[in-house]
């Protein structure tokens, strides 16, 4: 049975598994999703936008929707293993997609403020759900409507007008499950009404040795004059599939600030898009991936400048060993009405192997007269002559090759604003490499 | 302390030291001056391990030990030192956990405990001041942003903290003004003694008026082809290499 009937089939067991919740506004939109996946296909590498990215290993296998596989149990002293810690958050656990209250802490918030998941949003706050909930999506693949049709939950971080969120949110995403293979769905929702503030970290992790698939769509609105950071860090298994669209729409004057970074997945897909719809907006996607192995990253950037005296701002990076393969397009339109538009973009990519490959490609269509674009790219591989540089003063060269790697990766990392959890990902980089920490 | 003997060595397969012979002991401080394209570089290369640089003839002994057979860390940590033409910047990597690294490899190496943060923090303080350098650069990263005489100056920080017996100063005068020369200068100074040696590669004398050579050799098309004291250095820099090479000429006529 080819994957997408497998799904369909699926739809009508994790139905009756829903019980009340079958009624809801929330269940139309699935019950609507899965009749349109019915009607397109995954894409192949025939289309433009999937060209150096084949999914077939995606979707030739069926993965059972988390909703009607085993559950798992993760303890409190296990979550402590896969959190960013030293610094204070409030935390949001989600265990295959599942919200888990009682390995989460939010700690004191302002008057009418939701931090926490969606299933309970869509209740406390019905309205502001309806009005959000698939609202701003792009460009909406089979991916995405596979997402809708079986996401049940996921995070819901609703800050008010004027309100500012002092700690960031860490919502921890455990996947995997030893009995089979699984799909997961989160389904992510952030709201930042004018005037406020907010800084999250999704922090999806892998922890179970089958394959899984993790399919996840994040929507973030962000209204006039609010600033918005959102960190993604993705270490799911090296076996694992990620594929995750993240939608922002920016109002006037609004900031949105978004790292990528990295580590885990055999076939991870990346589709990054804001929408900046409103004057005095700036966006800044930052992206650092360090791969090895066979695994294989395609970052997709999409910057749509709809009005004038916007700023764009892309760094990309990719450290690439062994056999990986690395991709990133990175797309940006700058409309008619959007005069004085500044958008720059960069993408920087090393090589430590002669087996890792990189396809790169900018993609601007500019369609105002007076306005401020640039992009560039570049690959290549760690400088002889530096490393020969820090060999000369006594440094083994392991080690060497290790400073160059920082050094490589240093201008994403500085711009991650929580110290602690810069050091933690710096750490991360070399575990992921298996290279030494310096 | 360091023979070279009949030195032959390729870069990009042609051929750029011909024949280098050289002694320096303990305690001396030898000169090689020429014009560019010369072969200095390439001596200071080859002595340091760069493998860009194919040696195809010769030997070269330091303390005895055949140094080509050795990498280039092993050099370092034997204790050889190379103060780079131009030292290269390493973003992300703190001067402190730079040098702290390559001192405890050196340590290491030598069967010596590491040192502690703290002892290493006082020790870097110590030379820091000895070369007037603003104790802020030692948080800083490895050259991002430094002057070209900061830079200069970092080489020496470094030198005095891995305190190495062998140092090859390849260029160091080039693109400093006199008071960072000076200050360069005095840290070769204030280094110097009897268990050192030092090679200094320069194109013009005018280092040399502050790190005051025993010998000076002229290197030309790839061998010595004349060595005096540093008398001769002053001899170039009135009347210029020309006269030399075509005595050298005239010879091989």
């Keep these: 049975m080819n994957s997408k009937s497998f799904y369909i089939e699926k739809f009508v067991d994790f139905e009756k598994q829903l019980n009340g919740d079958s009624k809801t506004f929330f269940h139309n939109l699935r019950k609507e999703s899965i009749k349109k996946l019915n009607e397109v296909d995954f894409p192949t590498t025939k289309n433009e936008e999937w060209k150096f990215t084949d999914v077939t290993p995606i979707i030739e296998r069926n993965f059972i929707p988390s909703n009607l596989s085993t559950k798992i149990e993760i303890s409190k002293n296990e979550i402590d293993n896969y959190i960013f810690s030293g610094f204070d958050f409030h935390l949001l656990v989600f265990v295959n997609g599942n919200f888990v209250e009682g390995l989460s802490k939010i700690n004191e918030l302002p008057k009418n403020v939701f931090v926490g998941n969606l299933k309970t949003f869509q209740k406390e706050k019905e309205n502001l759900f309806k009005d959000n909930i698939n609202k701003f999506l792009v460009n909406e693949t089979a991916f995405n409507l596979l997402n809708t049709s079986f996401a049940v939950d996921g995070f819901a971080i609703y800050v008010p007008k004027n309100v500012v969120i002092e700690k960031p949110i860490q919502v921890l995403f455990i996947n995997g499950s030893e009995k089979e293979n699984i799909l997961v769905s989160p389904r992510n929702l952030l709201i930042a009404e004018e005037n406020s503030q907010v800084s999250v970290i999704s922090n999806y992790r892998g922890i179970k040795e089958e394959k899984y698939f993790s399919n996840i769509v994040s929507e973030i609105f962000i209204d006039k004059n609010a600033v918005v950071d959102y960190y993604k860090v993705q270490n799911e298994n090296d076996n694992s599939f990620h594929i995750e669209k993240i939608q922002a729409y920016q109002k006037e004057k609004s900031v949105f600030n978004q790292f990528n970074i990295t580590f885990g997945g055999e076939i991870v897909r990346n589709d990054i898009n804001t929408k900046l719809d409103g004057e005095n907006i700036e966006a800044h996607l930052y992206g650092l991936y360090m791969i090895n192995g066979n695994q294989h990253v395609d970052n997709h950037t999409f910057v749509d400048h709809a009005k004038p005296n916007c700023m764009s701002n892309e760094l990309y990076k990719g450290i690439l060993d062994e056999k990986s393969h690395g991709v990133f397009n990175g797309k940006i339109i700058v409309r008619q009405d959007a005069q004085k538009t500044n958008a720059y973009q960069q993408n920087k990519t090393i090589l430590l192997s002669k087996g890792a490959t990189i396809d790169t490609k900018p993609q601007l269509e500019i369609f105002a007269d007076d306005v401020k674009c640039s992009h560039g790219a570049t690959v290549g591989h760690l400088d002889e002559v530096s490393e020969f540089y820090i060999r000369s003063r006594g440094v083994p060269q392991e080690l060497a090759k290790s400073m160059l790697i920082r050094a490589f990766a240093n201008d994403v990392i500085e711009t991650i604003k929580i110290a602690e959890l810069k050091e933690q990902i710096n750490h991360l980089i070399f575990q992921h490499l298996h290279k030494i920490e310096i | ?253």
């Excluded at chain 2, 360091?2 to 042609?14: D, F, Q, S």
């Excluded at chain 2, 290369?45 to 055949?66: A, R």
């Excluded at chain 2, 040192?115 to 303080?125: D, N, R």
């Excluded at chain 2, 820091?128 to 080489?155: C, H, P, Q, T, W």
Aim: hydrophobic share 40%; aromatic share 8%; net charge negative.
């Design chain 2, 1 to 253: 302390m360091l023979v070279i003997k009949n030195l032959k060595a390729n870069v990009e397969g042609k051929e750029i030291l011909k024949g280098i012979n050289l002694e320096i002991n303990a305690g001396e401080i030898h000169a090689i001056m020429g014009p560019n394209g010369s072969g200095k570089s390439t001596l200071a290369n080859v002595l340091t391990g760069n493998e860009n640089y194919e040696v195809t003839e010769g030997e070269v002994l330091f303390e005895g030990k055949n140094l080509l057979e050795m990498d280039p860390e092993t050099r370092a940590r034997e204790g050889m030192f190379l103060a780079f033409q131009y030292p290269i910047e390493i973003p992300g990597v703190s001067n402190a956990t730079f040098l702290k690294t390559a001192l405890n490899e050196i340590r290491k190496y030598k069967g010596q405990e590491e040192v502690t943060p703290k002892e290493f923090l006082s020790l870097i303080k110590e030379k820091a001041n000895l070369l007037g350098m603003d104790e802020a650069m030692i948080s800083r990263y490895v050259n991002v942003g430094f002057s070209g005489g900061e830079k200069k100056r970092n080489e020496i920080l470094q030198m005095l903290m891995l305190e190495p017996k062998f140092v090859l100063l390849d260029e160091t005068d080039s693109g400093l003004d006199i008071d960072a020369l000076k200050i360069v200068a005095n840290g070769v100074n204030i280094y110097k003694n009897p268990d050192t040696a030092f090679l200094v590669v320069t194109h013009y004398q005018r280092l040399l008026n502050y790190i005051v050579p025993d010998f000076v050799h002229v290197l030309y098309k790839g061998r010595i082809i004349k060595s005096g004291t540093k008398e001769l250095a002053l001899e170039l820099e009135e009347k210029g290499y020309d006269w030399l090479i075509k005595e050298e000429e005239m010879e091989n006529v």
